[in-house]
């Protein structure tokens, strides 16, 4: 279900948003655009998040990170 809402977008982002929609709706361009930026956010947080996982150095993580390599060795033999 879609809802109106009122967001103020600059002028530049209107005239390049504009220029790229094609046959689509300003809406529906916007929308698709919000979509790409957030599933865009969310890989760069989940690449933070590995980064982390296999950069901390404490022995508790060592030991989780070899119990995920070890799995995945496993999930990947199996293709």
């Keep these: ?4 809402r009122s967001f103020t977008i600059s002028q530049d ?3 390049q948003i504009a220029e790229t929609k094609g046959a689509s ?3 529906e361009r916007v929308n698709e655009l919000l ?3 957030l599933d865009l956010e969310r890989r760069e947080r989940l690449a933070q998040e590995a980064e982390e996982f ?14 995920y390599q ?3 060795k496993r999930t990947l033999s199996r293709v």
């Design 70 to 72: 070890k799995a995945a």
């Design 25 to 27: 709706s300003t809406s």
């Design 35 to 37: 979509k790409r930026a």
């Design 1 to 4: 279900m879609r809802e109106a």
């Design 13 to 15: 982002v209107l005239a």
């Design 54 to 67: 296999f950069t901390n150095d404490d022995a508790k993580s060592a030991g989780e990170r070899a119990a």
